[in-house]
């Protein structure tokens, strides 16, 4: 019986493995914060890609004026961003004295004419590894939409 506790009580005070453990234990806590961090900049990337898409597109109808044609700025962001053309929505948009008229007419006598182009843009990212981060960021635990949009008053 002494022997037993003997061997008990060095089995209690040995530090050996205790390295092992303690690793055993932080590692997975480590993991996931590092995977989620990872999640976090993507998304942050991704979001930055679609703004500078939208940014992109407003240059161009800066640039152009309001003769640019609608399909070359959704084209251009579309390709900016890497969706298809169809997550792009651009709108001309057109008042006389702040009421909105249909782009193209012409404004009565004294009325100011503004012109304007706004850009939409709605993609989806899909986080790589923490599905919670997704619910985290938009109540889902699937694809997050990311959407950013801009205007621009060219005239």
Request: glycine fraction near 8%.
């Amino acid at each position: 019986m002494r022997r037993l506790r003997k061997a008990m009580q060095k089995l209690v005070d040995s530090t050996a493995g205790t390295a092992v453990v303690e690793t055993a234990i932080v590692a997975p806590v480590l993991a996931v914060v590092i995977m989620g961090i990872v999640d976090v900049a993507d998304y942050g990337a991704a979001k930055l890609k679609v703004q500078q898409a939208i940014n992109r597109g407003l240059e161009m109808a800066m640039i152009g004026g309001p003769s640019t044609a609608t399909t070359a700025i959704q084209t251009e962001v579309a390709d900016h961003a890497d969706v298809t053309s169809d997550k792009v929505t651009v709108t001309q948009l057109q008042t006389c004295n702040d009421a909105d008229t249909t782009w193209g007419n012409s404004c009565s006598s004294g009325q100011e004419l503004k012109r304007f182009i706004k850009i939409d843009l709605v993609q989806t990212y899909e986080p790589q590894f923490v599905g919670p981060l997704a619910s985290f960021i938009s109540n889902t635990d699937g694809p997050v939409s990311i959407s950013a949009s801009g205007t621009l008053r060219v005239q």
